[in-house]
């Protein structure tokens, strides 16, 4: 039940407001309502890509499976470097050209603008170049006054300087039809209708805002969010924009550019191969137009035409022999052009050709570590300079490869020569031994050597070439698309559900949090709660706040304040019930001024008195006496004169009231200088010992007792203390005189009587049952 109370204590301040909460919730789902209603909505775009591991194909199956398995590690070095270049400022800039991002179309609605992209409203040409308009900003303002002209109008103190026309000015802006030139600061403008499906209307407001493409560039590129995971290949990438339509194209271009841009690196490899494929292919060819002319010479000298059946004569280990010379002739040759080739590309950027047919692995993986090397730092320089410390660690190793592959290159002929040498010996010691080889035919046999040395690099460079074309052709992408770019129907922000609990919240919150504070600030006494939470006093009852009006109840009273003065009145009848045959003495009392004492005083014996009750009202608040002003009693004579005097009669200060025969009243009397010393006369008891036989009760309006020591000087006459606390009026740290009072047992008998509670506020019981009799009826008040 204790719980109850405390869970019914901490909701009441909450209830009684329950009217301004609701309308302060209420208040925020309309604002919140009116914010979504207007307010402009973005929507994301998503898209996904897959980048490609060129070197995965070089990776023993075995470590693939390992790594499949999450035993290594992948490296992520190449996906991370892909999402710099996928980000980056020059490629983001590049799309935002192409959609044409920097100049938007706005229509203007009933309250606000939304921006249109595809299918705009009016056509315009500028007569500028592409580098000029990529940076101007400005906004102008068209409005569609016919199908045939317009009000041309500059927005921003910019634009109105760069309109130049000598027509009229209105309000409007300027009066132009379509298809005429407007000169503006940065060129002359064309603008055009649309016309069909999305013509433009009559009347409507159009502002066209154009923007440098570095500020779009920048705005799109911080709205990028481009997210991976650890060991994945995957990435995934985001962006919101206010039209859905931009999101998409956005990402969809800014992927093709990115693969365009990766294409375009390895078609200069190949380009590369191939450029020096065909220089060699040139010069073989010639050599070997010569060696064809030298060999038709010595058959025209020598008359030798039957070379078939002269050469079944070579013995089948000098074919062999002279197969390997021919091998490694040719190493020879493909060495000597390789490092004429790097003698003529020692730039840094310089790719080179690979695969051309040397027999040696380790100048195979050193080309291609080279052309890597060269592709990455091309791609870096394209958004930052030569100076950049990556770019300078990248050029340092491509020379280092350079001469490394030199000496490679340097080492492999050194080792073809040297067995291209023995063989020639090996073949000298073969051709000594067939004696019957006429000199003049060994001769031709020398020509017809060299003639297919010359004819086998042909067309392996031949062979070579039509491989790299092959390769220029198909040039793969390096990012998959995975899933194109998509954007949901549903706005990401705001989101309603959010924006209306957002709202809601923040509506109770407010009205809820202010009443907390009020509460927590307030220490005022309002309620029989405050009482009881700072003292263990009897709760005699509460008295409703009234008109000022009105100050006194009357015989014949309906009022909250007649009633509960009637409830006070009982609860008095109930503690006090044990005393009989003399009159019931009941003292009023209070911690400070104006808290109501003298008036509940008065209404508690004119209560009593209603009651057909003998009562007698006491006003011993000698300082400050205030009883005799409610009921317009003279206080000529009272309770000071009866002390000071000792001639006068306890009956010669009573007097009795005109309208009420059950009521007398002693007044306080002259105020005297020194009223504690009077109280403390022999006369006061006297007095009380009087009136006790003649009255039923006995009301006595006493001074603070947190003021003065007046109350306690005479509260031993006393059968009850009633101490008024008046509502929203004393602190509650006050109430400890009151506690202190009752626990030290120095004011007998005393309970609590609440005053000045506002019902309204519902910090009292309240009180009234029934109807007036004497009312009348809101029909009958004409009558």
């Known amino acids: 039940m204790k719980q109850n109370d405390q869970f ?22 309309i604002l919140a309502f009116l914010y979504l209603r207007y307010t402009n909505y973005q929507y994301a775009a998503n898209a996904t890509i897959k980048i490609k591991d060129n070197k995965a194909t070089t990776k023993l199956p075995e470590i693939s499976n390992l790594q499949n398995y999450g035993l290594f590690k992948t490296d992520q070095n190449n996906v991370l470097d892909e999402v710099e270049v996928i980000k980056s400022r020059a490629l983001i800039t590049e799309v935002v050209k192409e959609l044409k991002f920097n100049i938007q179309f706005f229509v203007e609605g009933r309250i606000q603008a939304h921006e249109v992209y595809e299918n705009p409203p009016l056509n315009i040409n500028f007569s500028t170049t592409d580098s000029i308009l990529h940076s101007i900003d400005t906004t102008f303002n068209i409005q569609i006054n016919s199908a045939k002209d317009f009000y041309f109008k500059g927005l921003t103190e910019e634009s109105k300087f760069s309109i130049k026309s000598n027509k009229k000015v209105e309000d409007e802006g300027i009066l132009y039809d379509f298809g005429e030139s407007v000169e503006t600061g940065f060129g002359d403008i064309i603008i055009t209708p649309v016309i069909g499906q999305y013509a433009t209307k009559i009347g409507s407001n159009i502002r066209i805002k154009i923007s440098p493409i570095n500020k779009i560039a920048s705005f799109y590129k911080s709205k990028l969010q481009i997210s991976t995971k650890e060991t994945s290949s995957i990435i995934k990438l985001t962006i919101t924009d206010e039209v859905r339509r931009k999101a998409q194209l956005f990402l969809d271009k800014l992927i093709e550019k990115y693969n365009n841009d990766v294409v375009n690196d390895k078609q200069m490899v190949v380009k590369a191969t191939s450029d020096f494929i065909n220089n060699r292919l040139q010069l073989v060819s010639e050599e070997l137009g010569k060696v064809d002319l030298t060999a038709e010479t010595i058959q025209q000298q020598n008359k030798l ?31 000597d052009y390789m490092q004429s080739h790097l003698q003529e590309n020692e730039a840094s950027n310089d790719f080179l050709p690979t695969n051309i047919g ?71 010691r073969i051709n000594s031994q067939i004696y019957s080889v006429p000199k003049k035919q060994k001769q031709f046999k020398d020509i017809k050597r060299q003639q297919d040395i010359k004819e086998s690099l042909y067309l392996y460079l031949l062979q070579k070439r039509e491989e790299s074309a092959v390769s220029l052709g198909v040039s793969s992408p390096n990012a998959k698309i995975v899933d194109h770019a998509y954007a949901s129907g549903k706005p990401v922000s705001p989101k309603k559900p959010i924006i209306m609990l957002a709202a809601l919240i923040l509506g109770l919150s407010i009205p809820i949090g202010f009443i907390y504070l009020r509460n927590l600030l307030d220490s005022k006494v309002h309620s029989i709660t405050d009482i009881k939470k700072h003292t263990d006093i009897p709760f005699l009852g509460d008295i409703p706040k009234s008109s000022k009006r009105k100050q006194l109840i009357e015989k014949v009273d309906y009022t909250p304040k007649a009633e509960a003065f009637r409830m006070v009145r009982t609860n008095i009848e109930f503690m006090l019930q044990s005393i009989d045959g003399r009159a019931k003495t009941i003292f009023t009392t209070s911690t400070t001024s104006k808290e109501g004492k003298s008036h509940s005083s008065i209404n508690l014996a004119l209560s009593l008195s209603y009651s057909g009750k003998k009562v007698l009202l006491i006003e011993t608040d000698i300082r400050v006496p205030k009883a005799t002003n409610y009921l317009n009693v003279e206080n000529k004579v009272g309770i000071t004169n009866y002390i000071v005097n000792p001639k006068l009669h306890v009956s010669d200060i009573i007097q009795h009231l005109k309208n009420n025969d059950n009521l007398d009243v002693i007044p306080s009397g002259t105020i005297p200088p020194n009223p504690a010393e009077l109280l403390m006369s022999n006369r006061v008891d006297m007095l009380f010992e009087e009136v006790k036989k003649s009255y039923d009760y006995i009301i006595v309006d006493t001074a603070a007792v947190g003021l003065v020591t007046d109350t306690l000087l005479i509260s031993k006459h006393a059968d009850m203390f009633v101490y008024v606390v008046r509502a929203n009026y004393i602190e509650k740290h006050q109430l400890q005189l009151a506690q202190r009072m009752y626990s030290e047992k120095r004011l007998p008998n005393m309970a609590i009587l609440l005053n000045c509670v506002d019902y309204k506020k519902g910090t009292g019981y309240g009180y009234g049952y029934g109807n007036n009799p004497n009312k009348k009826k809101w029909w009958k008040k004409s009558s």
């Open 8 to 29: 019914k204590d901490l909701i009441e301040p909450y209830l009684r407001q329950w009217k301004l909460i609701v309308f302060c919730a209420i208040s925020a789902l």
């Open 305 to 335: 035409t039957d070379l078939e059946t002269q050469s079944s004569l070579y013995l089948q280990s000098e074919k062999e022999n002279e197969a390997r010379i021919v091998a490694a002739a040719n190493q020879i040759q493909l060495v």
């Open 358 to 428: 040397i027999a040696d692995n380790g100048i195979s993986q050193v080309t291609q570590r080279h052309n890597q090397l060269v592709a990455e730092r091309n791609r870096i320089l394209k958004h930052s300079s030569e100076k950049n410390p990556t770019v300078v660690n990248l050029s340092n190793q491509i020379k280092e490869l350079k001469d490394n592959l030199n000496q490679s290159l340097t080492s492999v002929k050194s080792s073809n020569q040297i067995t291209y040498n023995s063989l020639l010996e090996e073949n000298n």
